[in-house]
């Protein structure tokens, strides 16, 4: 069994936002993989079924951002689970625009949202860390991550979303390794991926050595001269 949690803010004017990306990585996962439906548990919302072997229930803490642990908190000690078996997904901006990376345990960096899960469950949780870059100075970080995706942003978005989905059962099999191989293929696949594949180089056509004539009369009398001089 795993708890896998996507970090977001509920209520309509922050669906959109850097900070959800979270909350969209679970979405993704629920809607491609037909798991849920989703319902109130846990002072969040849960959705539920198998990804792969494995038994999961996903959660979007409805508690605002700062205070994801108690939700997270609520869950996995009714599921029953450790730390070790609940992976949360959160935005990173110390990763560029559409990176992606698992880790498990370790700091907080300053995120709230983790900040809240490390005082109820400690620190050794899983995490995937969503890329969605940094604005370039301390003081833009709160209305950066609390504003929306831009236009020019949505390719690389869905891509990285679908690359999630991809790899979930991998996630969910303990497989860090697969599932960023799952992401990494939609965010960059191999460039001669789907190119027709390109003709062979043409040979030059042999040349054919043209057959020795055989000499004349004159020819053979000029060369008997010529050995006589």
């Known amino acids: 069994m795993k708890l896998i949690v996507g970090l977001g803010n509920p209520g309509a004017k922050y669906t959109a936002n850097r900070h959800n990306i979270g909350f969209m990585a679970v979405d ?6 037909g798991l849920g439906p989703w319902r109130s548990r846990f002072q969040g919302q849960t959705a539920e079924g ?3 072997e494995v038994r999961v229930t996903l959660l979007k803490p409805q508690t605002f951002m700062n205070l994801s642990g108690q939700s997270v908190g609520e869950a996995m000690r009714y599921l ?4 070790a078996e609940v992976i949360v997904m959160h935005d990173e901006l110390d990763l560029a625009p559409g990176k992606c990376r698992v880790k498990q345990g370790g700091g907080h960096a300053g995120h709230n949202g983790l900040r809240s899960i490390h005082q109820h469950i400690g620190a050794e949780y899983g995490r995937v860390r969503l890329g969605i870059g940094h604005p370039g100075h301390k003081d833009k970080v709160a209305p950066y991550v609390l504003s929306d995706f ?4 949505q390719d690389w978005l869905d891509d990285l979303l679908r690359g999630v989905s991809d790899g979930a059962v991998a996630l969910a099999a303990g497989d860090g390794g697969r599932f960023q191989n799952a992401v990494a293929s939609r965010i960059a696949p191999a460039r001669n991926a789907g190119s027709p594949p390109s003709e062979p180089a043409r040979q030059p056509a042999p040349q054919l050595e043209r057959p020795k004539q055989p000499a004349s009369f004159s020819d053979k009398l000029r ?5 006589f001089k």
């Open 28 to 33: 993704r996962i629920v809607d491609d993989h």
């Open 50 to 52: 198998r990804l792969g």
């Open 80 to 83: 029953k689970l450790t730390p």
């Open 150 to 153: 831009a236009k020019a942003e």
């Open 223 to 227: 060369a008997l001269m010529d050995r």
